[in-house]
């Protein structure tokens, strides 16, 4: 294709279609200024006829903003995150606001660029996961200037406003209900956290709780890369085979601790009865399930429903809460025995 045949349409297209001069298409396409109704309409007939989209980062020149909010997530392929970001997209639909995602794999350098790259783009609002970032990450998000909210985590100081759960409390209202049922030859299964800070916080409070009774962890099995039925196989085989007494399993998330559920129900062996389990996360997927898989719901929904609603209001001016914590529920399937 030659290059004439691919230049960006622009605003003399518009005005040659519609028949009005350019600065009349410019006040339409802004919304800006006196415009007749009949006019408007065959303004935004010719864009749309066209194809034409606005060039909002020129626009924003004198405003300094675009109508985008950056959303930073460590994966898309972690069912958790196209949930927070299903309750983003939900509130901002009904604002001018776009949600643009970056995904940074859990690597502090890599969320440094996203970040960076976003920012130069001079959004209108920062929603990014965790609480825990670079000095440069913390330095560029306090000096933006824009609405700023840390999602998914509320066990830390944020730069700006932080939805989410506190997962330390999560790890040890697991424990108190794990105990109350009586288990206490217990194994944890789940990623290595030096990366993943919220499932390490969970583990914090998971052991924490267990101390308080005189209980500790009986054994412990770590892995890296992404979460899968495969590894919660591998995992739960490697570690009754270390240690066959164990009478429970707590898996940092609900997928490897599905693969460990299919894996003993194989074995033929009793769940709850012989050896309860629990993950995290409330994952819906899960629910064909030959056993219905206790865990924790991380309120993924609403986090990005109430990220959300923070931007959009200060946007607007408006005061908001600078914290603000939901409070996940156990549920017990069957796999956690209760009493």
Request: charged share 25%; proline share 4%; glycine share 10%.
């Amino acid at each position: 294709m030659a290059n004439d045949e691919k230049r960006s349409l622009t605003l003399r297209d518009v005005s040659e279609v519609s028949g009005v001069s350019e600065m009349t298409v410019s006040r339409v396409l802004r919304n800006r200024g006196d415009v007749s109704n009949a006019t408007r309409e065959r303004v935004l007939r010719a864009a749309k006829d066209l194809g034409y989209v606005p060039n909002k980062i020129a626009g924003a020149l004198a405003s300094q903003r675009v109508n985008l909010v950056a959303v930073i997530i460590p994966s898309l392929s972690n069912m958790v995150f196209p949930e927070v970001l299903s309750g983003i997209s939900q509130v901002l639909e009904s604002t001018d606001l776009q949600p643009v995602v970056g995904v940074t794999d859990y690597l502090p350098e890599k969320e440094e660029k996203v970040l960076y790259e976003m920012l130069s783009w001079r959004p209108s609002g920062v929603i990014i996961a965790g609480l825990e970032h670079t000095e440069a990450a913390r330095a560029m998000l306090a000096a933006s200037g824009i609405p700023v909210v840390e999602i998914m985590d509320v066990d830390g100081k944020p730069v700006d406003a932080m939805v989410g759960i506190s997962h330390r409390r999560a790890g040890r209202e697991m424990a108190k209900a794990i105990l109350k049922a009586g288990y206490r030859n217990i194994g944890f299964l789940g990623t290595k956290m030096p990366l993943d800070h919220r499932a390490r916080k969970r583990f914090e409070g998971f052991t924490e709780a267990l101390a308080k009774e005189g209980v500790e962890i009986a054994q412990k099995e770590f892995y890296s890369g992404g979460s899968a039925l495969a590894k919660g196989r591998e995992m739960t085989a490697t570690m009754l085979e270390r240690e066959p007494e164990l009478d429970f399993l707590y898996y940092s998330n609900d997928m490897i601790g599905a693969g460990g559920l299919l894996y003993l129900l194989e074995q033929g062996i009793d769940v709850p009865g012989q050896i309860g389990l629990a993950g995290f996360n409330g994952v819906e997927l899960l629910q064909g399930l030959p056993r219905q898989l206790a865990t924790m719901d991380a309120c993924r929904r609403e986090i990005g429903v109430k990220a959300a609603e923070i931007i959009a209001a200060q946007g607007e001016g408006k005061d908001t809460a600078m914290v603000t914590e939901l409070t996940p529920k156990i549920s017990f399937g069957d796999t956690l025995k209760r009493r």
